[in-house]
């Protein structure tokens, strides 16, 4: 497919990072990972089975940094734009041999402690249980608030807050999401982490989660409109950075998909512009290396090429989670 898109050469907020670094992403059971044996890989520090969160792939458990961390007081978070029970979020809570147990998934989101979360996934914890009681109706006694439109946490800066704005997936930005609802939502996760952590720190996962869904559809356009909302989000992680000494960002991915090349639309290399062509290898994932970019406290730590599980386990021992 050749696209002529004149978007021009604006830095993006990757740009501004301090450091770089490339990770390998195979699993253990497989070079091409999926998100969960990915996801655990970056929450954990270690290798699992492809379509497994949590556990090894003999079903011995582990605490994710995220368990960790808020073992030791600090305060969690996520934000994405698919479901909260999705494996990417769920890799950092969940303990389960099956990414598609969703409602063993949705009892363990409950269980899990996180002080915000921002996402979809509404139908997975409002089904009624047998007893007239649903998951929302736990999280309201375990004194979450519960908000079903980001709107609605504008007056809200601490406390325990669930935000479920979707049934499923949210919609892509191309299908009228709110193109900086990333964006927003990490600021208002990060004010709330911060009220609530006082002097003990805080980890934010956020995901932009539906760049894998657009390039899973070889979707150029839809991969770009989702990746400038997630660059917005990264912008505003800076920010906070910039302005809370001490805290470090990692931006990376759990892996590539589509084996998007980017190539030019000419072979005649000597004229000054031929436009870019998006060409897509597979409708799948792919086995390359991905980038992280850091920026903040600490961001001189981390470069080089190294694997996934061993990047976890930098960030870990930046955080004095050993």
Known sequence: ?????EEGY?????????????ITTYSANNR????????????????????MLGMTPDGETFESMME?????GWKAGLVVTVYLQHATPAAFYAHVPSRNDLDEISEQFVESGVDVAFGGGRKFLAADRGDGKTLIDELKAKDYRVVYDLQEADAVDRGRIVG???EEYMPTV???????????????????????????????????????????????QGILAETRDFDRAVGAAMDYADAHPGTLVVVTADHETSGLSITS??????????????????TGHSGTMVPVYLYGTGAERINGVMDNTELSKKIQSLMGLE
């Open 1 to 5: 497919s050749m696209m002529m898109l």
């Open 164 to 166: 479920l704005f979707s």
């Open 265 to 282: 639309n000419e072979t005649d290399f000597t004229l000054s512009d031929s436009g870019v062509g998006y060409h897509f290898g597979t």
């Open 10 to 22: 604006r830095p993006t907020s990757f740009d501004r990072s301090q450091n770089v670094a490339l």
């Open 32 to 51: 091409v990972t999926d998100s969960a044996a990915a996801g655990t890989a970056l929450a954990s520090g270690r290798k699992t089975n492809n379509g």
């Open 174 to 220: 191309l299908n009228g999401r709110d193109e900086n609802y990333l964006c927003d939502a990490t600021k208002k996760a990060l004010e709330i982490l911060t009220n609530n952590a006082g002097r003990k720190g805080g980890l934010l996962m956020v995901e932009g989660s539906q760049i894998d869904s657009e390039a899973h559809a070889n979707n150029a």
């Open 68 to 72: 960790k961390a808020m073992d030791e």
